[in-house]
């Protein structure tokens, strides 16, 4: 189950989600919609908790949807952005067919439940979306949030309420009746989060009952009232509110407005705040998906904000938790809440800087983009990778910014080409492709922006299969370059050529293609270019037969990465040698470059290099004579190679060891035997798949009188890091793995052991150490 795109493999609720009180009649309401109905809709008032529900649902019903359970996040979307972000949400960035064709066929007849979340924005643009899905999909089930219902057919609606308070008409009950309301909770909850030890008590507990019947037990509101008791007494935070949300008839005590609580409380933290961080909240909201610190000195410094001032201001917000502190392995980002950030948005507008403030972004993103591209061949290919997937929605408001209402700019062209190795390896190949190509169509000046651009598409093209949409714009590229003298262009034209050539089964042409790509980069000392085009000459040298101009040519690949610390040109190096050293029958070696290749492409979230090496794994285990692990390797990417929308995306040739693996293993195993291990393989999650296939053996051994582990090598490893009391991200930097794929994990772990915490999992792992430790252990664990 999947709930974001960059939580693909975990089951964990996303960070905001894991905080969740009540609800249990909601819970159980939603059970009953969605067995009666395939779409209901949770309505509710702004920050009343529908995406919290809807998710801690999902997670309670995963199992029942072995199609999987998917959280599509559409508040920055509208039009065809809803589809392209279903589609990524589902990983079909590599499918070249119209996006939602591609997601009705991926969905078929599985069991599938989908979470278009905050559709309010986009009634009729979701209500069509809907519409069709559920009339492509017929299993599919629909969980729409929405402050409005979509009105589409047999749409059921629930309406999320405000968390239970104490009674208004009743004497307020004791602090440990109290403390069991669920506003109350909430509130506990999040004030101990910030002030350690906080608790109802009978001092506090009028005070504590009155601010949560104030915040008509709003989550949101709860949550950032609680937070103020970081400066502010319980009782003088309860003074502010009554200041604030007093009605306008002086000294009336009735409630405010319900559908105005929302703004009092966020018109309340504003006031809060300063003057300078007001400002800096302003300029905030023209980020998306959040923003680090140098972004922040560099878009919202100036007029009125001096640079070195920001990063007090950013303190400030985030301790009047105004701006939310995140941890990432890259490091510290900020994010602003959604009806935070529209708020601060709205303030934007009224100052009269919007247009500037939109500007500044974008050059700051531009740069972004073009410094990363400048590292591409480096140690720190990596880190700007990174940093880049974080900054993933920016990037997309930046080149929105640079294509609207910017005809004959150049400014998006260049960016949307100089992103081109993000569009790659971070599984968005179609949105690139999306946006080089709009940008080549606003931007029609003949220069070597356009050049770049349209070598950069007919890459992606090739990668999508789509060889007639490649060869055209290549073309136009080598005419472009021949006119102007763009010799580095041209070198990248003869490359992408080669390939193409390579996918017609043309090796002779792809490698004089190749030649003289090679002879173009280096007369322009291009790096980058060089590696990849001798990597492509490894693959036509095997494919041909000359083994040893193979090994040559990889080899002096790998050296030159090596002597850079380049890593994703090195996997693809490795990768090339391992399918060429398998031919030669060291199947030793082969598997050996292929699993450190995958070790890389998975931390670099490359799943397209990934698959390469699963295949040439299989072709080892088939070759070894393990039909069993060949045919579930097979299997497992049958699913990649679905998502990338052609088998062997970008290296078509090698289909032919592809189709040799299969029939090997076939033979051996027979027809039956073989679809029930393929089909045992597609069961496997992406994660699960990559276990296995960087695994020496089919499974872990268990101690004597014990039932195998149903864990994954890589589960056991970090359950036993669990059980040393390491925490997500300790883990996560023991293992050098993303904080989020450990977390991911440990959701496996907890879902296959049946348990519900970490201690759980810990006095699992002591009873099987103990139990492998056990005398006639060891000699009961060998193989008989």
Same mark, same amino acid.
């Given at each position: 189950?999947?709930?974001?795109?960059?939580?693909?493999?975990?089951?964990?609720?996303?960070?905001?989600?894991?905080?969740?009180?009540?609800?249990?009649?909601?819970?159980?309401?939603?059970?009953?919609?969605?067995?009666?109905?395939?779409?209901?809709?949770?309505?509710?008032?702004?920050?009343?908790?529908?995406?919290? /529900?809807?998710?801690?649902?999902?997670?309670?019903?995963?199992?029942?949807?072995?199609?999987?359970?998917?959280?599509?996040?559409?508040?920055?979307?509208?039009?065809?952005?809803?589809?392209?972000?279903?589609?990524?949400?589902?990983?079909?960035?590599?499918?070249?067919?119209?996006?939602?064709?591609?997601?009705?066929?991926?969905?078929?007849?599985?069991?599938?439940?989908?979470?278009?979340?905050?559709?309010?924005?986009?009634?009729?643009?979701?209500? =069509?979306?809907?519409?069709?899905?559920?009339?492509?999909?017929?299993?599919?089930?629909? /969980?729409?949030?929405?402050?409005?219902?979509?009105?589409?057919?047999? *749409?059921?609606?629930?309406?999320?309420?405000?968390?239970?308070?104490?009674?208004?008409?009743?004497?307020?009950? %004791?602090?440990?009746?109290?403390?069991?309301?669920?506003?109350?909770?909430?509130?506990?909850? !999040?004030?101990?989060?910030?002030?350690?030890?906080? %608790?109802?008590?009978?001092?506090?507990?009028?005070?504590?009952?009155?601010?949560?019947?104030?915040?008509?037990?709003?989550?949101?509101?709860?949550?950032?009232?609680?937070?103020?008791?970081?400066?502010? %007494?319980?009782?003088?935070?309860?003074?502010?509110?009554?200041?604030?949300?007093?009605?306008?008839?002086?000294?009336?005590?009735?409630?405010?407005?319900?559908?105005?609580?929302?703004?009092?409380?966020?018109?309340?933290?504003?006031?809060?705040?300063?003057?300078?961080?007001?400002?800096?909240?302003?300029?905030?909201?023209?980020?998306?998906?959040? /923003?680090?610190?140098? @972004?922040?000195? @560099?878009?919202?410094?100036?007029?009125?904000?001096?640079?070195?001032?920001?990063?007090?201001?950013?303190?400030?917000?985030?301790?009047? %938790?105004?701006?939310?502190?995140?941890?990432?392995?890259?490091?510290?980002?900020?994010?602003?809440?959604?009806?935070?950030?529209?708020?601060?948005?709205?303030?934007?507008?009224?100052?009269?800087?919007?247009?500037?403030?939109?500007?500044?972004?974008?050059?700051?993103?531009?740069?972004?983009?073009?410094?990363?591209?400048a590292h591409l061949f480096s140690g720190s290919q990596v880190e700007w990778?990174?940093?880049?997937?974080? =900054?993933?929605?920016?990037?997309?408001?930046?080149?929105?910014?640079?294509?609207?209402?910017?005809?004959?700019?150049?400014?998006?062209?260049?960016?949307?080409?100089?992103?081109?190795?993000?569009?790659?390896?971070?599984?968005?190949?179609?949105?690139? !492709?999306?946006?080089?190509?709009?940008?080549?169509?606003?931007?029609? +000046?003949?220069? +070597?922006?356009? @050049?770049?651009?349209?070598?950069?598409?007919?890459?992606?093209?090739?990668?999508?299969?789509?060889?007639?949409?490649?060869?055209?714009?290549?073309?136009?590229?080598?005419?472009?370059?021949?006119?102007?003298?763009?010799?580095?262009?041209?070198?990248?034209?003869?490359?992408?050529?080669?390939?193409?050539?390579?996918?017609?089964?043309?090796?002779?042409?792809?490698?004089?293609?190749?030649?003289?790509?090679?002879?173009?980069?280096?007369?322009?000392?291009?790096?980058?270019?060089?590696?990849?085009?001798?990597?492509?000459?490894?693959?036509?040298?095997?494919?041909?037969?000359?083994?040893?101009?193979?090994?040559?040519?990889?080899?002096?690949?790998?050296?030159?990465?090596? @002597?850079?610390?380049?890593?994703?040109?090195?996997?693809?190096?490795?990768?090339?040698?391992?399918?060429?050293?398998?031919?030669?029958?060291?199947?030793?070696?082969?598997?050996?470059? *292929?699993?450190?290749?995958?070790?890389?492409?998975?931390?670099?979230?490359?799943?397209?290099?990934?698959?390469?090496?699963? =295949?040439? $794994?299989?072709?080892?285990?088939?070759?070894?004579? +393990?039909? *069993? !692990?060949?045919?579930?390797?097979?299997?497992?990417?049958?699913?990649?190679?679905?998502?990338?929308?052609?088998? $062997?995306?970008?290296?078509?040739?090698?289909?032919?060891?592809?189709?040799?693996?299969?029939?090997?293993?076939?033979?051996?195993?027979?027809?039956?035997?073989?679809?029930?291990?393929? +089909?045992r393989g597609a069961r496997l999650s992406l994660d699960e798949a990559l276990?296995?296939?960087?695994?020496?053996?089919?499974?872990?051994?268990?101690?004597?009188?014990?039932?195998?582990?149903?864990?994954?090598?890589?589960?056991?490893?970090?359950?036993?890091?669990?059980?040393?009391?390491?925490?997500?991200?300790?883990?996560?930097?023991?293992?050098?793995?993303?904080?989020?794929?450990?977390?991911?994990?440990?959701?496996?772990?907890?879902?296959?052991?049946?348990?519900?915490?970490?201690?759980?999992?810990?006095?699992?792992?002591?009873?099987?150490?103990?139990?492998?430790?056990?005398?006639?252990?060891?000699?009961?664990?060998?193989?008989?």
């Open positions: 189950m999947t709930f974001t795109p960059r939580q693909r493999r975990g089951h964990g609720l996303p960070a905001e989600m894991t905080s969740f009180v009540g609800r249990r009649r909601e819970l159980a309401e939603l059970r009953t919609l969605l067995s009666r109905s395939r779409l209901v809709t949770l309505t509710g008032v702004g920050g009343v908790g529908k995406t919290r /529900l809807a998710c801690r649902f999902a997670d309670e019903v995963r199992r029942a949807f072995p199609g999987g359970v998917w959280l599509v996040e559409l508040s920055e979307l509208r039009g065809d952005g809803l589809v392209q972000a279903l589609a990524d949400a589902l990983e079909l960035d590599g499918d070249a067919r119209a996006p939602l064709e591609a997601i009705v066929d991926h969905l078929g007849d599985r069991k599938t439940l989908l979470i278009l979340d905050n559709c309010e924005h986009a009634l009729n643009d979701c209500a =069509e979306l809907a519409g069709e899905l559920l009339a492509g999909v017929p299993e599919l089930r629909l /969980l729409v949030t929405s402050r409005q219902a979509l009105g589409v057919a047999g *749409e059921q609606t629930l309406t999320v309420p405000p968390l239970p308070v104490p009674e208004r008409d009743l004497p307020v009950p %004791s602090a440990s009746s109290l403390a069991e309301v669920d506003a109350v909770r909430l509130f506990v909850e !999040r004030a101990a989060a910030v002030l350690p030890g906080f %608790s109802v008590t009978e001092a506090n507990r009028e005070a504590v009952a009155r601010i949560c019947r104030r915040l008509d037990g709003i989550p949101l509101a709860i949550e950032l009232a609680a937070v103020r008791l970081r400066a502010l %007494s319980v009782q003088q935070l309860l003074d502010r509110l009554d200041d604030r949300f007093r009605l306008l008839t002086a000294g009336s005590r009735a409630v405010p407005r319900h559908h105005r609580t929302l703004r009092s409380m966020v018109d309340w933290s504003h006031d809060l705040c300063t003057e300078p961080e007001r400002l800096l909240w302003a300029r905030a909201s023209c980020f998306s998906g959040g /923003l680090d610190l140098e @972004a922040a000195e @560099a878009v919202c410094s100036g007029d009125g904000i001096a640079r070195e001032e920001v990063i007090g201001l950013v303190i400030g917000l985030v301790e009047k %938790s105004v701006l939310l502190r995140e941890e990432h392995p890259s490091g510290v980002r900020y994010r602003l809440l959604e009806t935070i950030r529209r708020y601060g948005a709205e303030r934007l507008a009224e100052s009269g800087r919007e247009a500037e403030l939109r500007r500044r972004h974008r050059v700051h993103y531009a740069g972004l983009a073009r410094e990363a591209r990778a990174t940093r880049l997937r974080l =900054e993933h929605a920016n990037l997309r408001a930046a080149l929105r910014s640079s294509l609207d209402g910017r005809p004959g700019e150049e400014d998006g062209l260049r960016m949307a080409a100089d992103l081109l190795y993000h569009w790659k390896t971070s599984h968005h190949v179609r949105e690139g !492709r999306r946006w080089l190509e709009e940008a080549l169509a606003v931007s029609t +000046e003949a220069g +070597e922006a356009r @050049a770049r651009a349209l070598w950069g598409d007919g890459w992606l093209a090739i990668i999508q299969g789509d060889l007639p949409g490649a060869l055209v714009m290549l073309q136009e590229s080598r005419e472009l370059g021949e006119k102007l003298g763009l010799d580095a262009d041209l070198a990248y034209v003869a490359l992408y050529s080669g390939m193409a050539a390579m996918y017609q089964g043309d090796a002779e042409a792809a490698e004089k293609l190749y030649k003289e790509a090679l002879a173009g980069h280096r007369e322009c000392g291009d790096e980058a270019g060089t590696a990849l085009t001798l990597i492509r000459l490894c693959l036509v040298y095997s494919y041909l037969g000359d083994s040893e101009r193979a090994l040559r040519v990889g080899e002096e690949a790998l050296r030159m990465c090596e @002597a850079r610390g380049e890593g994703w040109h090195r996997a693809y190096a490795m990768m090339a040698l391992g399918v060429e050293v398998w031919r030669r029958g060291d199947t030793l070696r082969a598997a050996l470059l *292929e699993r450190e290749s995958l070790r890389f492409n998975r931390s670099l979230g490359d799943w397209l290099g990934a698959g390469v090496n699963l =295949e040439v $794994l299989a072709w080892v285990a088939a070759g070894a004579g +393990e039909y *069993e !692990r060949a045919a579930r390797l097979l299997g497992a990417l049958r699913n990649i190679w679905k998502s990338a929308g052609a088998p $062997l995306s970008g290296f078509g040739h090698l289909m032919i060891y592809h189709g040799e693996c299969l029939a090997t293993v076939r033979l051996a195993m027979g027809e039956a035997a073989l679809g029930a291990a393929v +089909e276990d296995y296939a960087l695994s020496d053996r089919e499974a872990a051994v268990a101690p004597a009188g014990e039932a195998p582990s149903p864990l994954t090598r890589r589960e056991t490893e970090i359950a036993q890091l669990v059980a040393r009391g390491l925490s997500n991200k300790e883990i996560a930097g023991s293992l050098v793995i993303a904080q989020r794929t450990a977390e991911g994990h440990i959701e496996h772990i907890l879902g296959k052991l049946g348990f519900h915490s970490r201690a759980q999992i810990a006095v699992w792992v002591g009873d099987r150490n103990r139990a492998a430790s056990a005398p006639g252990a060891a000699g009961a664990a060998e193989p008989g």
